[in-house]
């Protein structure tokens, strides 16, 4: 890793590199100067005492030091045997660990004692050393065989094969010893007929002395990198890349060593970051997070504020003591402007605000980790509201996070526990007041208790377990249509609510489809409701949507319409058959208010584009009969019946005169 940093250091130097790179050139070519002297000097000697040393050296140049090498490798060898077998009998390495370092002791034996035969063929020495060898083979094998079939060291074949085997080491030793004094008598003969040209040595002490200034200048320079290097890497253990703040683990380590004195720590996050780097890219942004925070130290800074980039978007400032309310709205509030106000990068306009949740030390929290989870609460729930606004902790922020996440657990599990079941609330037909169908409307009996779904729905919604749920709803609401439709031999309607992630999902059509078909029910009796801001956002899209859904031969009904942004122009283009009238607006009719002209005008708009149109939240008789005098086709409400469950829904449809009726059979 250090010899990559230095490398990156030579190939694109900074200002401290090209200093670097100024000390070490003087080094290196006061090096040289001193290596070209001393080959001078080398080269003199050498020329002078050449001759000589190469006649009287020859002998021990090309036979006793290789052979003094070879012997010495195959003891340095048999003595490492000798400490692997020590160490197998006294249990300190194991047999897979015997086996493995003695092999590789062996084969560096061999490998010596092959180095000697071919330096000195047919030696009757070098012959007895092989047999010895050959020896220490055997039982080397036949000990593995052994340790390997009894295991333990201990055992009496094993000891016995050990102890037999380290003779048979002893004595190929005692043989190479025999020949290493062979050898070094030869040498030493032939440093006696050397020993006129003391000259010599001096060739020794040069190279010598070449390799210690080698060695003391690559020091200095390991020495110098090390420290440099460690330096910068100390600057990044605690700092962020990119911009150069201090990091969340240096946030959190700033945060335990902290002192028992107040202090208020403010969490951060740049709201629509993630879509700045979806629009403009990752390098765009960086910059741009880079721009960002040096603007939120410069303001933190004016109230001694801490500046650290914990991920992504996120920061965290931590201001000292004597923070009152006051100066920390004030604080917090020139962080938000110095970033709202920063809106331009490349000539390119952006809008960026900064949501802001504090916590305060100790109050809120004594632990780091307990500080920063109440900070995040504060941090989410200013997020959740909308962006570029500041809220503090408080106890109910993280009750209410806790209580959120639970219930996000539970509805995640409500299908497979049979929590979810599905109500039907009848709708009735204005003109002979009979039965039309229902409306399947999902409810949760979590742990015995109804939720409301005002509660669940928006969690489902924002964590796409709404489109699991819709499609068991849709199923669900199939299988009892087809039952009511074979019990009661009539033909009714079950209207189904599409949420708006089920509608984006490209699969959506033949999801229903399917489900049709597995339960058998006639595809028109099916309606799916469908809200108007959903329709409106892609026309072209929608309209290919909903013809494909049309092709399936099911209805299609506009839900709560004038709640969205309506748009009378796109009434006629989509392949629709219903309107709902959302219960906002039939709530007011019975008073002289605006309601009632836009309902009469949403019934006359429908009607005029050949739509039925039902009104929803219908309580009173007086909204009825309004209804009914402005031509509105049907109604649901409890003023014609709560939502039920299946099995009373299954008495009332028995119970009820039904509009439409055909024989199924």
């Known amino acids: 890793m250090r010899k990559q940093v ?68 195959m003891d340095s060898a048999i003595l490492r045997y000798e400490q692997v077998l020590d160490g197998y009998y006294s249990q300190t390495i194991n047999v897979a660990q015997y086996l493995y370092a003695g092999t590789i002791a062996r084969k560096e034996m061999e490998s010596a004692l092959e180095g000697l035969r071919r330096l000195q063929r047919g030696d009757p020495s070098i012959d007895a050393l092989y047999l010895g060898y050959l020896s220490l083979e055997r039982a080397a094998s036949k000990l593995e065989r052994t340790a390997t079939n009894d295991g333990s060291p201990r055992a009496a074949s094993v000891q016995k094969l050990i102890f037999d085997h380290n003779e048979n080491a002893k004595a190929l030793r005692l043989q190479i010893n025999s020949l290493k004094n062979s050898a070094q008598q030869a040498l030493s003969g032939s440093g006696d007929k050397v020993d006129s040209n003391i000259k010599g040595l001096a060739y020794l002490v040069h190279w010598y002395d070449a390799f210690a200034l080698l060695s003391c200048g690559l020091m200095i320079y390991h020495i110098r990198e090390k420290f440099r290097v460690e330096k910068e890497l100390h600057h990044q253990a605690g700092h962020d890349p990119l911009t150069g703040l201090p990091h969340r683990r240096a946030f959190v380590a700033r945060l335990k060593s902290m002192s028992c004195e107040p202090s208020i720590v403010v969490l951060g996050t740049i709201d629509g970051y993630s879509r700045l780097v979806g629009g403009y890219g990752h390098a765009f942004a960086d910059q741009v997070m880079v721009n960002i925070a040096l603007l939120i130290e410069r303001a933190a800074k004016l109230h001694g504020g801490e500046v650290y980039r914990l991920d992504g978007a996120n920061f965290a400032i931590l201001y000292g003591v004597g923070s009152s309310g006051d100066e920390l709205g004030d604080s917090t509030e020139r962080l938000r402007e110095t970033v709202r106000y920063a809106n331009c990068h490349e000539g390119k306009e952006l809008h960026v605000t900064l949501s802001l949740g504090t916590a305060r030390y100790p109050e809120d929290g004594l632990e780091p980790d307990v500080l920063l989870r109440n900070a995040d609460a504060a941090l989410q729930a200013a997020s959740k509201a909308g962006g570029d606004v500041t809220i503090e902790y408080g106890k109910k922020l993280n009750e209410q996070l806790l209580s959120r996440l639970q219930l996000e657990t539970d509805l995640r599990h409500a299908i497979e526990r049979g929590e979810l079941e599905l109500y039907y609330q009848p709708q009735q037909s204005m003109n002979d007041e009979g039965l039309i169908g229902f409306e399947a409307l999902i409810r949760w009996r979590r742990n015995g208790e109804l939720v409301s779904p005002a509660s669940f729905i928006p969690l489902a919604e924002e964590t796409g377990l709404i489109v699991t749920i819709g499609d068991w709803v849709l199923e669900q609401s199939c299988l009892q249509l087809q039952k009511w439709m074979t019990d009661a031999k009539c033909r009714i309607t079950v209207a189904v609510n599409i949420s708006p992630l089920q509608f984006a999902d490209p699969f959506f059509v033949n999801k229903v489809e399917r489900i049709i078909t597995a339960s058998g029910v006639n595809p028109a009796c099916i309606e799916l409701e469908i809200t108007e801001g959903v329709m409106v956002n892609d026309i072209g899209a929608t309209t290919k949507m909903l013809k494909a859904l049309q092709n399936i031969g099911v209805r299609l009904a506009i839900d709560d319409f004038g709640t969205g942004y309506s748009s009378l122009s796109y009434l006629t283009q989509l392949p629709v058959e219903k309107l709902k009238i959302d219960q906002s607006f039939v709530r007011d009719i019975t008073v002289a208010s605006p309601q009632q002209t836009v309902v009469q005008a949403t019934i006359g708009l429908a009607h005029n584009l050949g739509m039925i149109v039902i009104a929803e939240g219908v309580e009173t008789e007086v909204q009825q009969r309004l209804l009914k005098s402005w031509g509105c086709d049907e109604i649901q409400g409890y003023y014609y019946s709560r939502p039920l469950q299946a099995s009373a829904a299954s008495v009332f449809l028995y119970s009820r005169k039904i509009t439409t009726i055909v024989d199924t059979a």
């Open 6 to 73: 230095i490398l990156g250091k030579l190939l694109h130097p900074g200002k401290g590199s090209r200093r670097f790179l100024v000390e070490s050139r003087s080094v290196v070519y006061g090096f040289l100067v001193v290596l070209m002297a001393l080959s001078v000097g080398l080269s003199w000697t050498f020329e002078r005492t050449a001759n000589t040393i190469r006649k009287n050296a020859d002998p021990a140049i090309h036979e006793d030091i290789p052979q003094l090498r070879f012997l010495l490798d």
